[in-house]
């Protein structure tokens, strides 16, 4: 009996047809990839040249132009600025300078904070300590900030690291990486914020939303003091790396704060230490910003290679063009969009000829919530909302992203979907000697994927080494074209290239989770019968 159910087990197996890999297109890929790389000129260009691409800035706009520009210019086509909605306030700044000029003089690290306003030229101030941590804290310095320059915090100590700051994963890393987790801890993955009548918002979201908050009100009493500037240390991160992002509110109905900027710890902890030993402390401040009070349109940049046999039919890849303003935004995430469009390049410049569309689209606003993708996928597929589907629900196959920084590609997560498993270990095995291997059905967070898995489309986010993305560049100063790995994004970019290939060739639309229900509506508020 056991001899017969291991043949039928077999004959069972034998019977599911193979996922098809062509070798020789991999190969033409790979060569082309390697030996004609142009995702560092890519790289350049939205770094470099159009970098930062803050949401709403002139930068963003620059940047999609070129993006547009480029891929005309390589023959694909539907290349086009698709509005989805509104960024805000439109902010841009274009010079900041900061000086210790008493007891001292020296020059400081950091820069200003998105959606705050400028200086009107240098102002000269006293530095004040004034640690308000809540609305209690405001009666103790009401009337005594007029003409200073605040200091909002205490000092940040500094832990002795004993790590590297960069890291690639080790096969016992990702072997544990690929291990799925424990059934009676996992939750379904959802939007990152609750709606009314769903799931209550973890601690974390309260935290933020009334971090938030206290912000708006803080920054009120501060205007209303008078402050010349606020200066806040950045929010980690050490040797003159600034992690920070906004001061103020993109949304029009928000009143701006006074002018706020980030330094570098070691030297917003100087100033503190001198304002603790009662040495005064004057500081000079000149920043320059743009600030448009008027609602400013958003766009994502779409472009296509059209396909033949069932051009109706759809494979996407992603990433998001937005950046912060600290850096140029190069492994967040020109990497992303250099791999994407190098991908792009690649089938157009073999000819290699798909039965699907294959449509690449670079995304707005992915830094203020997902919003460009979000809204396309609203548009485009379906309402998270209410779950109505549109035609074009089920006609895309999948959508592939890429938002990890700039390391190479170690893997996939499936979404829980394991209905891909074998495809994937298919389409990666050609690339196993460049590292490619792991395949983990667990979920990932944060980028732009998660709005196509929330209507039931195959969304998919790459495994990629971690490099320095959390220790140096996210969100920082330091998120510079230096930071970026060739060779990492070379072979990103025959990855994707290849998947995009197969995909878009694959005789069956990929495989799919169950469309999931929408969001349950909130019930209806019951009358006070003492009321009534």
């Not at 059209?306 to 140029?328: C, F, N, P, Q, Y």
């Not at 209410?386 to 999948?398: E, I, N, Q, V």
């Not at 298919?426 to 994927?449: E, M, Q, R, Y």
Request: aromatic share 8%; hydrophobic share 40%; proline share 8%.
């Amino acid at each position: 009996m056991k001899t017969k159910f291991s043949v039928c087990l077999l004959l069972l197996c034998l019977a599911l047809p193979a996922e098809n890999v062509e070798l020789n297109v991999v190969h033409r890929i790979k060569n082309e990839a390697f030996q004609s790389s142009k995702v560092m000129d890519h790289v350049f260009y939205l770094t470099d040249v159009h970098g930062p691409r803050l949401a709403g800035s002139p930068g963003y706009k620059a940047a999609a132009d070129w993006v547009v520009a480029t891929a005309k210019e390589w023959g694909l086509e539907n290349v086009k600025l698709e509005k989805w909605g509104e960024v805000g306030r439109g902010w841009s700044h274009s010079r900041f300078a900061a000086h210790i000029v008493a007891p001292v003089e020296i020059p400081l690290i950091g820069f200003p904070l998105a959606w705050t306003p400028g200086t009107n030229g240098p102002v000269i101030g006293d530095a004040v300590l004034a640690p308000i941590r809540n609305e209690a804290d405001f009666a103790k310095y009401k009337g005594t900030l007029k003409g200073k320059i605040v200091l909002l915090e205490g000092a940040r100590d500094l832990q002795v690291r004993t790590t590297a700051d960069s890291q690639r994963y080790t096969e016992a890393e990702l072997a544990e990486r690929a291990k799925a987790p424990d059934p009676a801890l996992r939750s379904p993955f959802g939007m990152p914020f609750p709606r009314p009548g769903g799931p209550q918002p973890s601690p974390q979201f309260r935290e933020m939303m009334e971090a938030r908050q206290f912000r708006t009100k803080l920054g009120q009493l501060l205007k209303e003091e008078g402050v010349l500037a606020v200066i806040s240390p950045g929010q980690r991160g050490d040797m003159g790396t600034v992690f920070a992002a906004s001061g103020g509110s993109r949304d029009l109905k928000d009143p701006l704060p006074p002018p706020s900027i980030a330094l570098a710890v070691e030297h917003y902890n100087r100033i503190v230490r001198l304002l603790e030993k009662k040495m005064p402390v004057k500081l000079e401040v000149d920043v320059r910003v743009r600030i448009e009070e008027k609602p400013v349109d958003g766009f994502n940049v779409i472009a296509e290679l059209r396909g033949d046999r069932k051009k109706d039919e759809l494979v996407m890849i992603g990433a998001h063009l937005d950046s912060w303003h600290g850096g140029t935004g190069a492994t967040d995430d020109a990497a992303g969009c250099a791999v994407m469009m190098e991908a792009m390049r690649i089938l157009k410049k073999l000819g290699l000829k798909t039965d699907r569309t294959v449509r690449m689209a670079l995304w707005d606003a992915e830094e203020q919530g997902l919003l460009g993708s979000r809204a396309y996928v609203k548009e485009h597929f379906a309402d998270r909302e209410t779950m109505a589907l549109k035609r074009d629900h089920a006609k895309l196959s999948g959508y592939f992203n890429f938002d990890n920084g700039s390391g190479k590609i170690r893997g996939v997560y499936l979404q829980g979907n394991d209905m891909m498993r074998p495809v994937f270990e298919a389409w990666l095995a050609p690339f196993k000697d460049l590292g490619a291997t792991t395949i983990t059905i667990a979920n990932t967070s944060g980028t732009d994927h998660l709005g196509f898995d929330a209507v039931g489309l195959p969304g998919f986010q790459f495994i990629q080494d971690p490099l320095d993305y959390s220790t140096r560049t996210h969100h920082s100063n330091m998120d510079v074209y230096e930071r970026i790995q060739p060779g990492d994004l070379m072979q990103a970019s025959a990855i994707i290239a290849s998947i995009v290939y197969h995909a878009a060739t694959r005789p069956e639309l990929l495989p799919r989770k169950p469309v999931p229900m929408p969001p349950p509506k909130p019930e209806p508020k019951k009358e006070d019968p003492k009321k009534t």
